[in-house]
T-cell receptor, first 113, second 110 residues
Framework: DAGVTQSPTHLIKTRGQQVTLRCSPK?????VSWYQQALGQGPQFIFQ???????QRGNFPDRFSGHQFPNYSSELNVNALLLGDSALYLC????????????FGDGTRLSIL | QKEVEQNSGPLSVPEGAIASLNCTYS??????FFWYRQYSGKSPELIMS????GDKEDGRFTAQLNKASQYVSLLIRDSQPSDSATYLC??????????FGPGTRLSVLP
């Protein structure tokens, strides 16, 4: 039973560039949430996708966008990268309702130079 | 006032002792509460979920919820050095999905 998988594991970009991160949910899950975790802090909610639509969004600028595909996998896109975007980006999957437990992937470590 | 608060620690306990981790939240309408464990350099791992007032036990872990006091805690019995990690409290706040606290670092001393 495959868990949540994310790619790539590490990424180095420069300011102003664009990046795409990918996530495949755990088998049987249909909902994908994305989080940003800075060092020493708890994860911060970016947005959640369900039935290929953005269901909820946290306090992140429009530079952060996403997509969910019919197979429930998801992408996170960040445009015009800033130094402050350096963080661990976590994908979590769950089934159905918003209050269900979320299971995390191993994350993508994004470094902006 | 932050929406989910935890003591950052570190909380140090001797091996075999009970570790008590606490979390308070601001939204009275919250219905779902979760504890995650995060080892350094790794992603959060779900330990417990709790939805009703009272205690919920799973092995060495007990989650306690008091909605009137807006308080949720995690007890770890017979603490082991392998329990040393950061423990994250997450609250499902309406309209905001999961809101995480900053985490409490636990150190279990052999």
């Amino acid at each position: 039973d495959a868990g949540v998988t994310q790619s790539p594991t590490h990424l180095i970009k420069t300011r102003g560039q664009q990046v795409t991160l990918r996530c495949s949910p755990k088998s049987g899950h249909d909902t994908v949430s994305w989080y940003q975790q800075a060092l020493g802090q708890g994860p911060q909610f970016i947005f959640q996708y369900y039935e290929e639509e953005e269901r909820q969004r946290g306090n992140f600028p429009d530079r952060f966008s996403g997509h969910q595909f019919p197979n429930y996998s998801s992408e996170l896109n960040v445009n015009a990268l800033l130094l402050g975007d350096s963080a661990l980006y976590l994908c979590a999957s769950s089934f159905g309702e918003e209050n269900q437990p979320q299971h995390f992937g191993d994350g993508t470590r994004l470094s902006i130079l | 006032q932050k929406e989910v608060e935890q003591n950052s620690g570190p909380l140090s306990v001797p091996e075999g002792a009970i570790a008590s981790l606490n979390c308070t939240y601001s939204d009275r309408g919250s219905q779902s509460f979760f504890w995650y464990r995060q080892y350094s350099g790794k992603s959060p791992e779900l330990i417990m979920s709790i939805y009703s007032n009272g205690d919920k036990e799973d092995g060495r872990f007990t989650a306690q919820l008091n909605k009137a006091s807006q308080y949720v805690s995690l007890l770890i019995r017979d603490s082991q050095p392998s329990d040393s990690a950061t423990y994250l409290c997450a609250v499902n706040i309406q309209g905001q999905n999961f809101v995480f606290g900053p985490g409490t670092r636990l150190s279990v001393l052999p």
